[in-house]
């Protein structure tokens, strides 16, 4: 059977060559513990056999949804290669390790974003915003950036994926992997 991580990962490849746009913005669905939703645009670091892996900073909006209910799905559309695939599973930080690794080749306006940015936070000005980069910036300027404390990377453990692949006069194929232990059923939806 194929891997549908692999297959995923593929479908990325495939819409990277020639996109018009960003091939790794993916939509990221969370909710409350309540189960109140929202949706927002994530960029998809790393895709293994353990999963999908973005970043963030820890104290936003949608990390508080994470830590109040670790379940999520994302949903990736490339309206150039006509593929959509949709995951849903279990949502977890990665190591320190993992994070202090992807930080440390982050560009350094990057590096010093994810300290001046109070995520979601209510900000009084854009120039408050200004302000607290030119701060760290003159913080670290002449050495490292080290990644703070309240950012870092979520991994999304696949329970559930969903290939869908335009089709003419809206046939479309569509096909579902469902985790079962350490493996994986498949079936194909209806249009």
Same mark, same amino acid.
């Given at each position: 059977?194929?891997?549908?991580?692999?297959?995923?990962?593929?479908?990325?490849?495939?819409?990277?060559?020639?996109?018009?746009?960003?091939?790794?913005?993916?939509?990221?669905?969370?909710?409350?513990?309540?189960?109140?939703?929202?949706?927002?645009?994530?960029?998809?670091?790393?895709?293994?056999?353990?999963?999908?892996?973005?970043?963030?900073?820890?104290?936003?909006?949608?990390?508080?949804?994470?830590?109040?209910?670790?379940?999520?799905?994302?949903?990736?559309?490339?309206?150039?290669?006509?593929?959509?695939?949709?995951?849903?599973?279990? =949502? &977890? @930080? !990665?190591?320190?390790? $993992?994070?202090?690794?992807?930080?440390?080749?982050? *560009? /350094?306006?990057?590096?010093? +974003?994810?300290?001046?940015?109070?995520?979601?936070?209510?900000?009084?000005?854009?120039?408050?915003? =200004? &302000? @607290? !980069?030119?701060?760290? $910036?003159?913080?670290?300027?002449?050495?490292?950036? *080290? /990644?703070?404390?309240?950012? +870092?990377?979520?991994?999304?453990?696949?329970?559930?994926?969903?290939?869908?692949?335009?089709?003419?006069?809206?046939?479309?194929?569509?096909?579902?992997?469902?985790?079962?232990?350490?493996?994986?059923?498949?079936?194909?939806?209806?249009?």
């Amino acid at each position: 059977m194929v891997d549908p991580i692999a297959r995923f990962a593929e479908a990325m490849a495939r819409a990277a060559q020639d996109a018009p746009f960003d091939p790794i913005a993916m939509s990221l669905a969370t909710s409350t513990s309540d189960g109140r939703p929202s949706c927002r645009i994530v960029l998809v670091h790393e895709v293994n056999e353990r999963g999908v892996v973005f970043h963030t900073n820890y104290g936003g909006r949608k990390a508080t949804e994470i830590e109040a209910n670790p379940w999520a799905a994302i949903c990736a559309y490339w309206p150039w290669t006509d593929e959509q695939v949709r995951i849903e599973g279990s =949502i &977890a @930080r !990665v190591s320190s390790a $993992e994070s202090d690794g992807y930080f440390a080749v982050r *560009p /350094r306006g990057s590096q010093i +974003g994810a300290w001046a940015s109070l995520q979601s936070q209510p900000l009084e000005s854009r120039d408050a915003l =200004i &302000a @607290r !980069v030119r701060e760290f $910036e003159a913080k670290f300027e002449g050495g490292d950036v *080290p /990644r703070p404390d309240t950012w +870092g990377g979520y991994r999304l453990s696949p329970l559930r994926i969903e290939f869908w692949k335009a089709g003419e006069f809206r046939l479309h194929d569509r096909e579902v992997y469902e985790r079962v232990g350490e493996g994986w059923t498949t079936h194909r939806l209806y249009p």
